[in-house]
């Protein structure tokens, strides 16, 4: 990840340094024009944006890392998701999505970082979100595979899809197809880092048009 981060974050600021750079230069001209404020204003403006872009790519990467010290501990999980759901209860209903759960009965606890998980649930839920604009329906369910001795949990919508060609890159940082300032493109590869180190599994069906599934699997506490 450390490479397309440094990649990030360098395009946004190698913009800046020119824009600024070309800022000092008409000032040191001297002479000072009316259209040459209003192209400072524009120029400002790029500056302000990729500043922005930047500070969020970083603040992303510090949450992450910061919670990366995890407090491990047993989890419900079923408690976890009814959290996750309370959580995004209030936009789940601006945006007209009902939500069904499923959750399993007797299923055992698993092994881990609580805050971890749950920043995992939300992300899948609030990209379940984005791709149901429209309303539609959220599906949540957890169950027991005894034979695998691993806690699945599906996250489910009947949204936009994902495209067969996109499929595959969707659990790469910095991948994204939403407009700029709405995705970075940073939720999905947080999820995949996180999953695995619960040495756990996560994986994406989806049809374009019909819907998305993401279901993970987290070995249960031994
Ligand atoms: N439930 C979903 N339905 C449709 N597309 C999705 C869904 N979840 C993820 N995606 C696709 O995967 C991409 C990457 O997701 P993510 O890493 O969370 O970044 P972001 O949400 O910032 O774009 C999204 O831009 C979108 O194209
Ligand atoms: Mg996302």
């Known amino acids: 990840m ?10 946004p600021l190698a913009g800046i340094l020119n824009y600024v750079r070309l800022m000092i230069k008409i000032l ?3 002479v000072f024009e009316q259209e040459q404020a209003q192209k400072f204003q524009g120029y400002l403006s790029l500056v302000e944006r990729e500043t ?21 501990g047993e989890i419900v999980i079923n408690d976890l998701l009814e959290k996750c759901i309370m959580l995004s ?3 789940l209903t601006l945006q007209n999505i009902k939500i069904r759960t499923d959750l399993g009965a007797d299923i055992p606890m698993v092994w881990g970082g609580f805050n971890q998980i749950q920043q995992c649930i939300i992300n899948l839920i609030f990209n379940a979100i984005d791709a149901m604009p ?15 001795n691993v806690v699945e949990i599906r996250v489910e ?17 910095f991948f994204t197809t939403k407009i700029e ?4 493109g940073l939720g ?20 374009s048009g019909k819907g998305t599934v993401f279901t993970m699997k987290i070995p249960v506490k031994r």
């Open 28 to 30: 040191k001209r001297g």
């Open 89 to 91: 209860q209030h936009k």
């Open 52 to 72: 922005d872009r930047c500070s969020k790519i970083v603040s992303n990467l510090l949450a992450f890392s910061r919670k990366s010290k995890m407090e491990s």
């Open 181 to 184: 300032g709405k995705g970075l």
């Open 134 to 148: 429209e309303g539609g329906v959220l599906t949540i369910v957890s169950s027991h595979d005894p034979k695998l």
């Open 2 to 11: 450390a490479a397309s981060v440094v990649h990030e974050i360098n395009n």
């Open 188 to 207: 999905l590869s947080t999820v995949f880092g996180i999953i695995d180190r619960h040495k756990g599994t996560i994986a994406a069906y989806s049809e």
């Open 157 to 173: 919508d009947n949204g936009c899809g994902i495209s067969k060609e996109d499929l595959p890159n969707i659990f790469d940082p």
